[in-house]
């Protein structure tokens, strides 16, 4: 029986999608719950899973291709056998375990272990020595979208293969050509540039900045950072404090977590959160919805989920999806000063930056304290200058007296 392998339903916010990859060939196997295919979004990577245990028959779109909602991807023969390869599945024939060996895709490397399990699903199906893509990831990690990028032809091995050496190249003081590599944006990249350029230049957008001595915080890390850990099974980290604190100032400065239609004021009564995550591909803004009945342990464990995710492209639409305020860390990377851009229709984000030691005065002494700077961008056309700033104020009173926050005050 043939079946049609379809396009998932996307959401309202996603019109189409482009075929990033094909995990299969018309004629071969396919198992049921198998990825098919990748389909690229503005906003996430979705796998495509084969319905049924069968041979793919028919691909009606080749890798490129835009696609939309329940568009036939692909014919899939529900039960079928691969022509020219009878089921042996109840005998295996003689040799079987050599005839397998032989065709097992190149041992694993040394580098394998660094890969994520989405990157390993595709170097393995497609026999691809992660050796030899050249890596884009943090700390030079080969990442999925390299190595599919390697199947299509527009990366160059990262080790040269065996043959003559070639020519050296002239040097530049030569008057030699220098090398150039125009590579496209992927569907993800694209949109995140189009979207800062609308907020850009929709918003009109004010940066308000502020310090926080984290001393307390850092103390009280230290104090039940541990106690934590045994009880919850998740450390408490930094992001955790700044979310409750973030949760509380929002309820008490309602503007800053409302957001403009037209010329309505959308005021919302809950506070989704949107975490800034870095990934291979873009940031990306999970969302920690309902943030106002969630406590440390789940604020934390909810962000390492996220970035489990992220790492290994398993972030649904619906985790990007909404969100009434944002919160990015550049501190994760070292940056100590920075203006965050809004992500729209929101109307104000926080930034976070790294920690340093630096003097300052407490009670006419001059003493080393972990500081952060912090930054508030926001839409003017909304939030008066007040708001903003009293918004922050709150937030460092409460990162600077923790028990306080605790308890509510």
């Given at each position: 029986m043939s079946i049609e392998v379809k396009v998932p339903v996307l959401p309202?916010?996603?019109?189409?999608?482009?075929?990033?990859?094909?995990?299969k060939k018309p004629g071969e196997a396919v198992k049921r719950d198998e990825n098919l295919v990748d389909l690229e979004t503005d906003k996430v990577v979705l796998e495509v899973p084969a319905p049924a245990d069968g041979v793919l028959k028919e691909i009606r779109f080749e890798t490129g291709a835009t696609v939309t909602s329940q568009q036939v991807l692909a014919i899939l023969e529900e039960g079928a056998v691969p022509a020219g390869k009878p089921d042996t599945s109840s005998?295996?024939?003689?040799?079987?375990?050599?005839?397998?060996a032989a065709k097992a895709p190149p041992a694993a490397t040394s580098g394998d272990s660094d890969l994520s399990p989405a990157a390993q699903?595709?170097?393995?199906?497609?026999?691809?020595d992660p050796s030899q893509v050249a890596g884009t990831g943090r700390d030079g990690r080969v990442t999925k979208e390299d190595l599919i990028n390697f199947m299509r032809g527009g990366q160059a091995p990262a080790t040269p293969?065996?043959?003559?050496?070639?020519?050296?190249?002239?040097?530049?003081?030569?008057?030699?050509?220098?090398?150039?590599?125009?590579?496209?944006?992927?569907?993800?990249?694209?949109?995140?540039?189009?979207?800062?350029?609308?907020?850009?230049?929709?918003?009109?957008?004010l940066t308000s900045f502020n310090e926080i001595n984290l001393s307390r915080v850092a103390a009280m890390r230290k104090?039940?950072?541990e106690a934590f850990q045994k009880t919850h099974g998740i450390k408490l980290g930094y992001m955790s404090f700044f979310v409750k604190a973030a949760c509380e100032a929002l309820k008490r400065h309602p503007i800053v977590n409302a957001s403009v239609d037209g010329n309505d004021i959308i005021y919302h009564g809950y506070q989704d959160i949107s975490i800034a995550v870095s990934t291979d591909k873009g940031l990306v803004t999970p969302v920690l919805r309902d943030v106002q009945h969630m406590g440390f342990a789940d604020i934390e464990k909810a962000i390492a989920d996220f970035a489990r995710k992220a790492r290994e492209g398993g972030l649904t639409l619906d985790d990007l999806t909404g969100g009434t305020f944002t919160i990015t860390n550049g501190g994760t990377f070292g940056s100590l000063f920075s203006t965050p851009i809004v992500n729209p229709p929101q109307s104000a984000i926080l930034g976070m930056h790294t920690i340093k030691e630096r003097a300052v005065v407490e009670k006419g002494q001059v003493v080393a304290a972990p500081m952060m700077y912090v930054a508030i961008s926001y839409d003017h056309r909304i939030i008066d200058g007040k708001d903003a700033v009293l918004f922050l104020v709150d937030i460092k009173n409460q990162l600077e007296n923790p028990h306080a926050m605790l308890l509510g005050l």
């Amino acid at each position: 029986m043939s079946i049609e392998v379809k396009v998932p339903v996307l959401p309202e916010s996603v019109s189409d999608a482009t075929i990033a990859s094909w995990h299969k060939k018309p004629g071969e196997a396919v198992k049921r719950d198998e990825n098919l295919v990748d389909l690229e979004t503005d906003k996430v990577v979705l796998e495509v899973p084969a319905p049924a245990d069968g041979v793919l028959k028919e691909i009606r779109f080749e890798t490129g291709a835009t696609v939309t909602s329940q568009q036939v991807l692909a014919i899939l023969e529900e039960g079928a056998v691969p022509a020219g390869k009878p089921d042996t599945s109840s005998a295996p024939a003689a040799g079987a375990t050599q005839a397998v060996a032989a065709k097992a895709p190149p041992a694993a490397t040394s580098g394998d272990s660094d890969l994520s399990p989405a990157a390993q699903r595709v170097a393995s199906e497609n026999r691809i020595d992660p050796s030899q893509v050249a890596g884009t990831g943090r700390d030079g990690r080969v990442t999925k979208e390299d190595l599919i990028n390697f199947m299509r032809g527009g990366q160059a091995p990262a080790t040269p293969v065996a043959g003559p050496p070639a020519p050296a190249a002239p040097a530049a003081s030569n008057g030699g050509a220098r090398a150039e590599e125009r590579v496209p944006m992927t569907r993800m990249r694209a949109r995140i540039a189009e979207r800062l350029m609308h907020s850009k230049e929709s918003i009109a957008m004010l940066t308000s900045f502020n310090e926080i001595n984290l001393s307390r915080v850092a103390a009280m890390r230290k104090e039940l950072g541990e106690a934590f850990q045994k009880t919850h099974g998740i450390k408490l980290g930094y992001m955790s404090f700044f979310v409750k604190a973030a949760c509380e100032a929002l309820k008490r400065h309602p503007i800053v977590n409302a957001s403009v239609d037209g010329n309505d004021i959308i005021y919302h009564g809950y506070q989704d959160i949107s975490i800034a995550v870095s990934t291979d591909k873009g940031l990306v803004t999970p969302v920690l919805r309902d943030v106002q009945h969630m406590g440390f342990a789940d604020i934390e464990k909810a962000i390492a989920d996220f970035a489990r995710k992220a790492r290994e492209g398993g972030l649904t639409l619906d985790d990007l999806t909404g969100g009434t305020f944002t919160i990015t860390n550049g501190g994760t990377f070292g940056s100590l000063f920075s203006t965050p851009i809004v992500n729209p229709p929101q109307s104000a984000i926080l930034g976070m930056h790294t920690i340093k030691e630096r003097a300052v005065v407490e009670k006419g002494q001059v003493v080393a304290a972990p500081m952060m700077y912090v930054a508030i961008s926001y839409d003017h056309r909304i939030i008066d200058g007040k708001d903003a700033v009293l918004f922050l104020v709150d937030i460092k009173n409460q990162l600077e007296n923790p028990h306080a926050m605790l308890l509510g005050l």
